[in-house]
């Protein structure tokens, strides 16, 4: 329900302010705005204002849109206030103007963010899997990344984006050093064979990189009721000892139920060694078996926080919009080259499940992970197909072209392709969304 809730919430202030930017720059060109709403569908509220416009929620809030005066003579308003009747300047400048308004609220936002301060962990290295492309390269346990492919970086999600903007080349330099030395050393990434096609794991793992983090001990804080483990007999205080005839690792362990099949553990119980076979029971779309290590917290050393001065704040959230401008064009190219493939893409439930994690983490999560989707429609709403805002910014610019407009014949048939592409990559992301989940 919380994602849910988040979600709806997200959507609807991005909608907001996308359509609002359109509205804006309408009003300021003098077009008459009949109707301004959020979502699609049957008008579940509206309110007219002063100037005649109505305000109205829809149905289906997945989108929305500002209804202009075309001439239509039910609204009874002066020919100077179709949009027809405005310069194709004027036009082009009424269609950017919403992408605009969703790149100034992602600056507004990570602008609160980064004054407020964000807690976070250095990017360092807790642990290089054996035979990955990390190991490869000898990056060394303890590492802290410092710059990727020519961008510094402060903590792991910039680390992230940078790699993942490096899909497709054939290597990628770091630059970074011990987290206890300010001596620089560099390594280079051997990419070639980097697969992150479609696949559930995070991009670092499949590099053989593991963040540090606080260390899991084998010990049971808590034990869930009715849970596979306290079927078995685990109790908060038992200690596991061995899993599946190995020693004790929380990831192999996770890696372990995430498959489905029954897990051994060697526990100590009350100063007995005793073995018991747990069965995982699928809830959502993990595996579990109800059991909560104790662990010891993180050092001092390897926490951060992104946190500046009002100017400076400002000047991190700019560098930030642009910078995931260009990691999500980066990402877009990929995607059309064919180095990284359409699995990778996803939908509203994966952006459901990204709203809720955030705002159960905290609010500022929640307004950086709202910033950086909102970059996201910016982006995507200026690609040149219809019935997108970059869709009808190439007919205003054949129309400069021409000195007139693209005949209606041309416009429908794009438009057409258009909203056939459009449903279709839509229909596709949702489509890897259900398989994901």
């Known amino acids: ?39 699609f569908g049957k ?6 204002d002063k100037q005649g416009t109505e305000f109205a929620f829809s149905l289906i809030p997945l989108g929305g849109y500002v209804q202009m005066y075309n001439g239509e003579n039910e609204y009874h308003a002066p020919k100077e206030q179709m949009l027809e009747s405005k310069s194709v300047l004027q036009r082009a400048f009424i269609i950017v103007a919403g992408p605009m308004a969703n790149f100034l609220f992602a600056i507004l936002a990570y602008w609160l963010v980064f004054s407020y301060g964000v807690p976070t962990l250095k990017p360092v290295i807790g642990e290089v ?74 991009p670092l793992t499949t590099l053989g990189i593991r963040t540090k983090s606080s260390i899991v001990k084998p010990d049971l804080k808590q034990v ?25 690792d929380w990831f192999k362990l996770i890696e372990q139920v995430q498959t489905g099949n029954p897990v051994s553990l060697t526990i100590e119980q009350n100063g007995t060694v ?29 926490r951060t926080e992104l946190k500046y001065d009002i100017l400076n704040a400002l000047w991190k959230s ?39 994690a955030t705002v159960e983490i905290g609010w500022i999560y929640y307004v950086s992970f709202m910033a950086l989707i909102s970059v996201n429609l910016g982006v995507m709403n200026l690609f040149p197909i219809l019935p997108l ?43 890897n969304d259900l398989i994901h989940f």
């Open 274 to 302: 005793k073995q018991v076979t747990l069965q995982p029971e699928k809830k959502d779309e993990r595996y579990l078996i109800g059991i909560v290590p104790s662990h010891e917290p993180l050092a001092d050393k390897y």
């Open 318 to 356: 700019l560098e930030k919009v642009a910078g995931l401008v260009k990691t999500i064009l980066q990402f877009i190219g990929n995607l059309l080259t064919g180095e990284l493939s359409l699995k990778n893409m996803g939908g509203p439930i994966s952006m459901a499940k990204g709203a809720g």
């Open 1 to 39: 329900m919380t994602s849910v809730i988040a979600f709806f919430v997200l959507i609807c202030v991005l909608v907001f302010v996308h359509e609002y930017g359109h509205f804006w720059a309408a009003r300021k060109c003098g077009v008459k705005v009949v109707r301004f709403s959020i979502g």
């Open 129 to 202: 899997l054996p035979n990955t492309i990390a190991a490869q390269a000898k990056l060394p346990e303890e590492f802290e990344f410092k710059r990727v492919a020519g961008q510094n970086v402060q903590d792991w999600e910039e680390t992230t984006l940078a790699l993942i903007g490096s899909v497709g080349k054939q290597a990628v330099e770091i630059e970074g050093s011990f987290i206890d030395e300010d001596r620089l050393q560099r390594y280079q990434l051997d990419l070639s064979n980097w697969n992150v096609d479609g696949t559930k794991e995070n």
């Open 224 to 248: 869930a009721e009715n849970s596979p483990a306290q079927k078995a007999g685990l109790v908060a205080g038992d200690k596991i000892l061995m899993v599946n005839q190995q020693p004790f």
């Open 389 to 431: 805002d970059g869709g009808q910014l190439i007919l205003l610019a054949g129309e400069a072209v021409r000195g007139k407009p693209i005949p209606s014949t041309i416009q429908l048939r794009f438009q057409q392709l258009g909203v056939v592409f459009v449903l279709g990559l839509m229909a596709f992301a949702f489509i």
């Open 43 to 48: 008008v579940l509220f509206k309110k007219t």
